[in-house]
């Protein structure tokens, strides 16, 4: 609800803007599908994945071997003094801080997979932002919002997605270099026509079968 309020907010300070402010043409991407199709994406998101399963077999080895470590203590407890029981309990404490400590550096908040997963996709998101400056640019927009981020948008018109002139810039609007989504069903991107109906100069319009991602319907009126 406080989400809403901040978009509705933000509505009315652009109602409340300057004419000039009001003409700016402004569009949406969807960042988690572009990513999805590219190579270097789907490379990265299969070492995070080795690399998480890797850590989690050690953290799994070492609770494990805290486990033994308890039931000894259990089947022997009746003969121990009470100094070796305490010497016992101290190393059970010290075996078991260890592991939440190790759990915690790996995955913990900026952990090391949290660091290993910035590492490894900072450059293909560098390469979505590079090419979504360039299409703003190309078009002249003054806005682009990203479907797939923390923005909440309660409705998205179709005109006004220019995700794949994203693609397009990124080399990934032919078939022969499409890559299937991490995702989803694989769709074919096609060399897109101005969202809205604003054609380039010198290009005649062509009723074109717009590509469509999962669970979108495409707009009627569209081309």
Known sequence: MKKLFCLLSVALGLLAAAPATLAQKFGYVDSEFIMGKMPAYAQAQQELNTLSGTWQKEIESQKKDLDKLYRTYQSEEVLLTEPMKKKRQD???????????????????????????????????????EAVEKVAKKKQLGIIFDKSGDLTMLYTNPIHD??????????????DQNQPAQKGAVRTVTKPTTPGGDLEPDEAP?????????????????K
């Open 206 to 222: 062509a009723p074109r079968k717009p590509a469509t991602r999962p669970g979108q319907r495409p707009a009627a009126g569209k």
């Open 162 to 175: 220019y995700t794949e002139f994203v693609m397009e810039e990124l080399g990934l609007a032919s078939e």
């Open 91 to 129: 190393e059970i404490l010290k075996k078991e801080q260890d592991v939440k400590a190790y759990q915690n550096k790996i995955f913990g908040y900026e952990g090391q997979l949290f660091k290993k997963r910035q590492e490894l996709t900072k450059p293909v998101q560098d390469q979505v932002f």
